[in-house]
């Protein structure tokens, strides 16, 4: 499931910021570079793109990731064979001799056992 959900995202950040790559193009070739760029970033709709795509690109890195430790500012709570973290989901795994936390999807999306007492 990881490995999916992180080609997904990889495919929405290409194409993410291959559009926002095109439309730059098309307004700097139509104003000039400083007028093109004023109206380019004055879009609002261009701004959520960059954020979309931003988004889709920071999941592709981080989900399936490996970390030696959880983070140390992490007020982590178990959760049915999960550390949540903020907004993100480890599960301990191991890798060879060494125990290694994978960032993973948010559980509850995919019908994990609720949080036991």
């Known amino acids: 499931m990881a490995m999916r959900t992180r080609i997904i995202a990889a495919i929405a950040a290409v194409a993410g910021w291959a559009g926002l790559a095109l439309q730059l193009v098309l307004i700097v070739r139509g104003l000039g570079l400083g007028p093109g760029l004023w109206r380019f970033f004055g879009y609002f709709t261009i701004l959520t793109n960059v ?67």
């Open 51 to 117: 954020g979309a795509a931003a988004v889709a690109a920071t999941t592709a890195a981080v989900i399936g990731s490996y970390y030696y430790a959880l983070p140390p500012s992490c007020a982590s709570y178990w959760y049915g064979g999960y550390y949540h973290c903020g907004s993100v989901y480890y599960q301990q795994t191991w890798s060879g001799n060494d125990v290694v936390y994978v960032a993973v999807d948010d559980p509850a999306k995919s019908g994990a056992p609720p949080p036991q007492p």
